[in-house]
């Protein structure tokens, strides 16, 4: 596979913001260009030389509307006259440079956050930006800060598990489940971690891949 410069893996998709239906344009990642390099344990997802995570905010410069991309069209006529009353008057218009880097990511995932407020999401996809802010400070070695965020994940998804329609973002029961045990783990549930994990292993539809994983960490707690 050829290595390519991380200006090479961005290019300007062109977006019509919901809200103030401006048309827009902002950097997405090429198919194929980022390389995946590993997952950590909660499946933090690491790649080369772009984090294509830094980039799955849409954020129309106009009137402050951010989302994470796959929730960006869906947004209601109350959702988007609560965005035009509540987040537009203080947006200050930012000016990031092409590649981002962690800090311009946080402040995205931030702005999506706010807007999450102001629409009234639901407590899965809060949790999901929460988790994503987590892994960002951990890329900053900024500990405090990320645990502070997996916790607030850990108790929304939690809730959303009792309260919300699977997949969550894209993230399917099983691959939830994992998640929940890992950072339950990272943020001192131990025990709580492990019995997800033993009641996630008898599962029937878990692929050779994913047992494998879910047994490595059952055996690095135990450790
Ligand atoms: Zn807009």
Known sequence: MPTYKPEECIYDKT?????????????????GRAKFVSNDDDLKPNYTPIQPDYYDVILCNHCGYAAISSKFETITLSQQEAVEKNIT???????????????????????????CDVKKSKIGE??????????????????????????????????????EKLPICGLDENTLLYILAAIGIKIGYEEEGIRILSRLIVKKDLSSRFKEKISALKDKIKS
């Open 15 to 31: 977006y019509t913001c919901p809200v103030c239906q401006e048309v827009f344009k902002a950097k997405q990642i090429r198919k």
């Open 89 to 115: 008057p203080q947006y200050v218009k930012q000016d990031y440079s092409d590649l981002y880097d962690v800090d311009t990511a946080i402040d995205r995932y931030n702005q999506a956050l706010k807007n």
């Open 126 to 163: 809060k949790s999901y930006i929460h988790l994503k802010l987590a892994w960002l400070y951990r890329d900053k070695n900024d500990i405090s800060k990320e645990i502070e965020h997996l916790k607030i994940a850990y108790d929304g998804f939690n809730e959303a598990f009792t309260t």
